[in-house]
């Protein structure tokens, strides 16, 4: 074995070695989810079929009932600009994290939409809450909304969709088991917390957003929900489940300069269930949070009255 080969050996040696540790080196699940980790939580928990779902509920009893459901991977804080307002409004209003997100549990599972629906049923069903209700979701929220309405289409009223993803997404190689899992591990959901920046038209507005985001990934489980989620509802095609939202009064809202989810999809959903149509402007993915007076004078407007088709 000559010296040039040992050196190659060597290098290839140490190569695979780095690689194999960066997954453990950028872990940053440290601690179980129990208990003790939830004693600070704002809010309160429930336990569902799956687990314990962190929630948090405002507003008169008699009034109407609003779930809001955020999206892949931002926990229920995606609505600190507009759960009091429609709460002060008169509105019942229910928001809580996803599984696998926020203080909610990270049952292994596999994470699909029927599992979301699932979730949101057992939420009504244990909260005692009054249906028909009205339902928000934003980005993935909106692909869980449109399955919702499709399998319980007698517990909702009127339909809020904030940029909904509603188009199959290619996510090879995460797709791919082992080299998905490890590519994932290593470096997809370490960068989360800052790619979380890019859902803002004026990211330096929202500095503090990925340490938030953090939080949630100190406990056991995210990377599992997250992954699986991706592998099994993001690359999916929900276009016929919005269809069925024809039959309803949608109110649908873009921010104009979404990068996640362009604004040039907004005209199939359009065509398809003739919404009526916000168009946000100076704002990307969550137009509620960058513009809130704008986009919740409008939700109180249009929740206001029992709009029929």
């Given at each position: 074995m000559n010296r040039f080969f040992k050196i190659n050996l060597i290098a290839c040696i140490l190569i695979?070695?780095?690689l194999a540790i960066i997954p453990f080196i950028r872990n940053t699940e440290k601690y179980d989810l129990d208990d003790a980790a939830r004693l600070h939580a704002p809010g309160k928990f429930v336990t569902l079929s799956n687990g314990i779902t962190h929630y948090q509920i405002a507003g008169p009893v008699e009034?109407?009932?609003?779930?809001?459901i955020h999206g892949f991977s931002v926990p229920m804080y995606i609505y600190d600009s507009t759960f009091n307002v429609l709460s002060?409004?008169?509105f019942q209003v229910l928001r809580f994290d996803l599984w696998g997100r926020g203080y909610s549990s990270r049952p292994k599972v596999s994470y699909d939409l029927k599992l979301f629906i699932r979730q949101v049923k057992e939420l009504i069903d244990?909260?005692?809450?009054s249906p028909p209700v009205d339902l928000i979701g934003v980005s993935m929220g909106g692909t869980i909304v449109a399955g919702?309405?499709?399998?319980y289409p007698q517990l909702v009223r009127n339909v809020v969709l904030i940029d909904p993803g509603s188009v199959k997404k290619d996510i090879t190689p995460l797709n791919i088991p082992i080299l998905g899992d490890y590519l994932a591990a290593a470096f997809w959901i370490p960068a989360l917390p800052q790619s979380q920046l890019n859902d803002f038209y004026q990211p330096d507005r929202f500095q503090d957003w990925p340490i938030r985001f953090k939080e949630q990934m100190k406990y056991k489980g995210f990377r599992y929900a997250i992954l699986t989620t991706a592998r099994n509802l993001l690359n999916q095609d929900y276009i016929s489940f919005f269809s069925k939202l024809n039959d309803r009064h949608v109110l649908l809202i873009w921010g104009s300069q979404d990068k996640n989810v362009p604004l040039s999809q907004s005209d199939t959903l359009?065509?398809?269930?003739?919404p009526e149509f916000l168009l946000i402007d100076n704002a990307g993915h969550l137009p509620h949070f960058e513009?809130?007076?704008v986009v919740n004078g409008r939700l109180i407007e249009f929740l206001?009255?029992?709009h029929k088709k």
């Open positions: 695979v070695c780095i009034g109407q009932t609003i779930i809001l002060d409004a008169g244990s909260l005692n809450l919702f309405v499709n399998e359009r065509n398809l269930i003739n513009q809130p007076s206001k009255h029992d």
